[in-house]
């Protein structure tokens, strides 16, 4: 299979790439990969590439995004940061993919049993061990944590059910947070020239669960214009 061109991107919508992944995942988990000639993708992305999505998901060595949903060279931006939230330096990353480079999709790919979200529930633990760097990271799901746990519950990476509460949330925070940072990407979107979604991996099975649009709108109703403190 050839690499992505300006033709097939330029005739891509929202939709269709959204498509694209739906059965590229399900190609992965069948283990029924594309026959691709990697050398022959290299030659075709020499002069330019032509990414028709970009995914924003988290450094956990089980989430490659080519991988888990069967793209070859040239075919997505990968954006990667442990817990897959936003900043302003990926925020950038994720305007030069649709408005510049043209992509019609941005995938904002959570994951079961993410270590990065353990740790913001087991940040005092975090915080004896000197990493001042990560403990600032963690930080960024605390907004998130505080409005999930109901009273007396355990906040701990070993509450399972809480663990996998956050990724949802955080998923969906992610979301809300592009839209509201990102004027650039809100009105691509509003516009119709892009779509953003969200996902859940699963690292027992490989399958991608796709977020229902009416569980991001029930957020944003519930969270109005006040973004959760990062």
């Avoid at 075919?75 to 897959?84: H, K, L, P, Q, Y």
């Avoid at 996998?164 to 004027?183: F, G, W």
């Amino acid at each position: 299979m050839k690499a992505h061109t300006l033709e097939t991107q330029s005739t891509t919508t929202p939709e269709k790439a959204l498509k694209f992944l739906k059965e590229g995942n399900q190609r992965f988990v069948q283990n029924l990969k594309i026959n691709r000639n990697l050398l022959e993708q290299v030659n075709d992305t020499r002069a330019g590439q032509w990414p028709f999505a970009v995914i924003l998901s988290c450094i956990d060595s089980r989430t490659s995004a080519e991988l888990i949903f069967d793209q070859g060279l040239g075919d997505i931006f990968s954006v990667r940061i442990a817990g897959n939230f936003v900043n302003k330096d990926i925020l950038g990353s994720m305007e030069f993919g649709c408005n510049v480079a043209g992509s019609k999709l941005v995938v904002v790919l959570g994951h079961t049993k993410c270590g990065a979200l353990k740790g913001g529930l087991d940040a005092q633990n975090i915080e004896g061990m000197g990493m001042e760097n990560l403990n600032h990271l963690v930080g960024h799901f605390q907004g998130c944590i505080d409005g999930l746990i109901k009273e007396g519950e355990e906040r701990s990476s070993s509450n399972s059910d809480l663990l996998e509460r956050l990724n949802v949330c955080n998923i969906q925070k992610t979301m809300q947070d592009i839209r509201h940072q990102s004027t650039t990407l809100n009105q691509l979107e509003k516009d119709g020239k892009i779509k953003i979604v969200g996902a859940n991996y699963c690292v027992e099975s490989g399958v991608v669960t796709w977020l229902d649009d009416n569980m991001n709108a029930e957020m944003e109703a519930q969270t109005g214009e006040m973004a959760i403190s990062r």
